[in-house]
């Protein structure tokens, strides 16, 4: 693997590049010097926008049939759980389901119900569940503290800088609570050597494209041990969206805000709107209204990184081997990256640079990654953002032409990635000695879940230290410093007394919410599951939740926490959330609320703070008139600040919960029928 110092050496010709493996580095750590003249900046003016009649659904060119559950299963089975390809029968595959089911606390039923195929359907790191794997015989761990690794290649998806940040973080998890130290090294052979690939990428265990298999580690040891291989097909983000370094504009070097504000309208991604010349450009604030502060988005019209062409722009079209490319292009080259002559003849001048991952850049499809253009027509319509309009999944895509219609190139949109930090902490536990933890809790759970503020799990904790022994930091003062605090620990429901965050019934299902835990279950009579974690379902919500309801006409879920509230569709934060509560019509001196619920009885909405409880129209969206009112002179024997509520639908009764016990309510007459105890009564202990 070439090993980088700066664009300005790396003079190799295109066809010597074709035959490396690997893509050079260099690209990454060196950005070309700046352009004699930069674009100027953006033209204000509102974006244009019209209503459209909803569009069939068509077969896009390219697209990748989905699995079938069966086939899922039998992949998922036989690479975490070991069930032979050609062995998995029913009686051998129902055992290996009822294991996997185990593992993440799902009902043990040994079929394939809608709970497991989710749960197969998630991302997820590409080491076994089950520990007879060649990964991790016997437990071994490094024999020493001071332990080296060496990055040896980047993604393109992040700036070079912001990689080393994000692996020393996440080394730094390790270290934190035991004796080891890491150490980073340039050049000859690290314990732990780091790199990203696609598909097969050398080392017998080859990834699978897009989202599925994120990463994967080897155990300590010579040779591949301790070396983690990231997947490039992924989109490696900090976890709430990409990261991009903007060039030019007055903000130079900034990173984008997403969302930002442009004439009253939000921006998830960078845009085109306001400028005539198709640059995309972002905000480095929230209100670039207010604030004027920009930047344009990487692209390959602006500049080109590594290659032999000191960073001159692409050249479009261009020529090579007689053929003529009006794109960045991925044709001789066998590692998937996007290039293109920076004159119009590359046979002739053999001048080319590497097209930097811009803001737009697409996923799948059958456009090679090339960006987003917009506007786009579609069916006859015009689009100026990323539209699900034609998919029956729901997924957001665009054209990477100006007309879909006539050219159907298309690629699917960037979404929120994975977050380099966390997965790498992960992976660096494989990479320390640790296995798969049936914690949902932990770090070392197998599936990703972004969480904003991460702490290491007791869980965690434990692990590592039976391997390697605490920290041995001194403090500044005489002594050992303090320990480092320890995680959180994940709730166990008969083992403690929990008094529940919030309850809810989400599509026909109750779910109890405890920081940032949740249990489900199909009715009184069966016993929760779980836990898992929320982030799991609803990625964006805080830990800390204070009421959950669901509004059964539009089928969308709310969450509230502290003086903010969240509004999803499905699984899907609806655009614009979270707000503040006084945008529902709650006075200001409301900073958070106990607890909410839907009343099938008359269909309204029941916010409930303190002593007092309001009422909300869901169909005029605002409060009723003559609110708030006293709990205590509405709901006879209800008390005053709520732990959770909620009703089961069609059932005729309400369940309000306090501490460790509840009232069951009769609609109809409004009369406390039962209290019972939460703990005997609906979780099963």
Known sequence: MMESKGAAECKLSLYSLLKLEQR??????????????????????????????????????GDVSPKTDKELALQYLNKYYGCPKDKCNLFVLKDTLKKMQKFFGLPETGELDQNTIETMKKPRCGNPDVANYNFFPRKPKWEKNLVTYRILGYTPDLDSETVDDAFARAFKVWSDVTPLQFSRIHDGEADIMINFGRWEHGDGYPFDGKDGLLAHAFAPGPGVGGDSHFDDDELWTLGEGQVVRVKYGNADGEFCKFPFLFNDIEYNSCTAAGRNDGFLWCSTTYNFDTDGKYGFCPHESLFTMGGNADGQPCKFPFKFQGKTYDSCTTEGRQDGYRWCGTTDDYDRDNKFGFCPETAMSTVG????????????????????????????????????????????????????????????????????????????????????????HFRLSQDDVRGIQELYGGSTDVGPGPGPGPSPTLGPVTPQLCAQDIVFDAIAQIRGEIFFFKDRFIWRTANQRSRPTGPLLVATFWSEVPEKIDAVYEDPQEEKSVFFSGNEYYVYSASTLERGYPKKLTSLGLPPDVQRVNAAFNWSKNKKTYIFAGDKFWRYNEVKKKMDPGFPKLIADAWNGVPDNLDAVFDVSGSGFSYFFKDWYYLKLEDQSLKIVKVGNVKSDWLGC
């Open 365 to 452: 499809g059958n456009s090679e990654g090339n960006p987003c253009v917009f506007p786009f027509i579609f069916l006859g319509n015009k689009y100026d953002s990323c539209t699900s309009s034609g998919r029956q999944d729901g997924k957001m895509w665009c054209s990477t032409t100006s007309n879909y219609d006539e050219d159907r190139k298309w690629g699917f949109c960037p979404d929120q990635g994975y977050s380099l930090f966390l997965v790498a902490a992960h992976e660096f536990g494989h990479a320390m000695g640790l296995e798969h933890s049936e914690d949902p809790g932990a770090l070392m759970a197998p599936i990703y879940t972004y969480t904003k």
């Open 24 to 61: 050079s580095v260099c690209g990454y750590l060196k950005m070309p010097a700046k352009c004699t003249s930069a674009p100027p900046p953006p033209t204000l003016r509102h974006a244009e926008g019209r209503e459209m009649i909803p569009s069939p659904i068509i077969k896009f060119p």
